[in-house]
């Protein structure tokens, strides 16, 4: 079946710089979340999107926007990067039929 | 708001033996759904097990299961027959009618030979 994609898998960016992290959803499905781990924590809701309109918004930094695109797939651009913007950044879809979400396998953002 | 408590950092277990790993929330919803999600060392994060609010029914999934305490709001995962794969990093989750997670910290158990 399949899953959640996220590109890139890793990705290593200089301070101040600009990041863009891809998720493609689950076929049919149309509510993206984001969220970020940092080392040793737990993972942190960003933003979501439904049906294309941002549906709900948490602890995502000004220098952070997001997007749902017509065919659903999302897009987190980070700006401005810091060091403390190192995490995991994990994507999950689900759709209205579906009592749980499903997770991309993330990625791996390090900024040096 | 919605939070999740879990009170255990670390817990082990020998292989074959049996684990509980704790979990407490608060919600002022009444309709919400209860997960556990794994996440081994890869950081891939995989659905263990599933609840939603309105079944008194504890939910089971092979070697996995809960007890499910809503008055309480309590919701601890037992693990039997553990096995080295379980070896990971544990999360109870709360989903309300927002459909966004809430997360605990984590339990990290480790399954020894």
């Known amino acids: 079946a399949a899953g959640v994609i996220q590109s890139p898998r890793h990705l290593i960016k200089e301070k101040r710089e600009t990041a863009t992290l891809k998720c493609y959803p689950i076929?049919?499905?149309?509510?993206v979340y984001w969220y970020q781990q940092g080392p040793g924590q737990d993972p942190q809701f960003l933003i979501s999107?439904?049906?294309?309109?941002?549906?709900d918004k948490g602890s995502i930094p000004d220098r952070f926007s997001a997007q749902q695109f017509s065919d659903y797939h999302s897009e987190l651009n980070m700006s401005s990067l810091e060091l403390g913007d190192s995490a995991l950044y994990f994507c999950?879809?689900?759709?209205?039929?579906?009592?749980?979400?499903?997770f991309g396998q993330g990625t791996r953002l390090t900024v040096v | 708001a919605q939070t999740v408590t879990q009170s255990q950092p670390e817990m082990s277990v020998q292989e074959a033996e049996t684990v509980t790993l704790s979990c407490t929330y608060d919600?002022?919803?009444?309709?919400?759904?209860l997960f556990w999600y794994k996440q081994p060392p890869s950081r891939q994060m995989i659905l263990v097990i599933r609840?939603?609010?309105?079944?008194?029914q504890n939910a089971t999934e092979n070697r996995f299961s809960v007890n499910f305490q809503k008055a309480a709001k309590s919701f601890s995962l037992k693990i039997s027959d553990s096995q080295l794969g379980d070896t990971a990093m544990y999360f109870c989750?709360?989903?309300?009618?927002?459909?966004?997670?809430?997360f605990g910290k984590g339990t990290l158990l480790t399954v020894n030979p």
């Open positions: 999107f439904y049906e294309k309109m941002q549906s």
């Open positions: 919600t002022s919803e009444n309709n919400y759904y």
């Open positions: 609840q939603e609010a309105y079944k008194q």
């Open positions: 989750a709360l989903r309300g009618s927002n459909y966004k997670l809430t």
């Open positions: 076929p049919r499905h149309d509510t």
């Open positions: 999950a879809s689900s759709s209205p039929r579906n009592t749980e979400a499903f």
